[in-house]
């Protein structure tokens, strides 16, 4: 089982910048992916960004210039480094990992972007 704790949301106001951790611990194998979904009230989760773990990286084109995502794999860790941030990145934002056994997902932490 793969457990992900996720954290560095908060309130920010637009124009600022905040950085998201998430954490895995259990077994996520050497070759997965990690990143960020977000959801929006009334909206459907969306893809944020990726990362395998071979180093290639994908990013919605919203977001494209402005989050860049890292990770850390001795530490099993990904970020999500949240620049130039807009009212319109309001959202729950979802950790997920994408092993050989399946996808496990965090149990969320709220971004909130005041105008």
């Known amino acids: 089982q793969v457990q992900l704790v996720e954290s560095g949301g908060g309130l920010v106001q637009a124009g600022g910048s905040l950085r998201l951790s998430c954490a895995a611990s259990?077994?996520?194998?050497?070759?997965?992916?990690m990143g960020w979904y977000r959801q929006a009230p009334g909206k459907q989760r969306e893809l944020v960004a990726d990362?395998?773990?071979?180093?290639?990286?994908s990013y919605a084109d919203s977001v494209k210039g402005r989050f860049t995502i890292s990770r850390d794999n001795a530490k099993n860790t990904v970020y999500l480094q949240m620049n130039s941030l807009k009212p319109e990145d309001t959202a729950v934002y979802y950790c997920?990992?994408?092993?050989?056994?399946?996808?496990?997902w965090g149990q969320g932490t709220q971004v909130i972007v005041s105008s």
């Open positions: 997920h990992a994408d092993t050989v056994r399946g996808r496990y």
């Open positions: 259990g077994n996520i194998f050497s070759r997965n992916v």
């Open positions: 990362h395998t773990s071979g180093g290639s990286t």
